[in-house]
């Protein structure tokens, strides 16, 4: 039976731990997730690392979705003037909005 890079023994209890993605690592609020499959039977402990691999995978896509809807959600600063190339594409849209 071949092992799986997340899995890991203390004692003789399985253990689940993984890295948190580099990238998400500064808003995630850990360097990676560790916890106890509760089992000391190998077999079994393969099979509950690959579930909770899949579970975390989805937990550290969906932290990035919510940060990318953050990021996409905060208002940008207003500006105290604009420069002549803003200006030229506020009056082209408006004529387009004219037309």
Known sequence: MTGHTRLYRRGSTYYHRTAVPKDIQDTYGKRE???????KDKAEALLLVRVEAVRLDRLFAKHRRDQSRVTLNTPNPA???LIPDQIAIVKRGR????S
Do not use: G, H, Q, V
């Not at 004529?95 to 004219?98: F, G, K």
């Open 95 to 98: 004529a387009i909005c004219r």
């Open 33 to 39: 997730e560790t916890f106890s499959l509760k089992t």
């Open 79 to 81: 500006l105290d003037e």
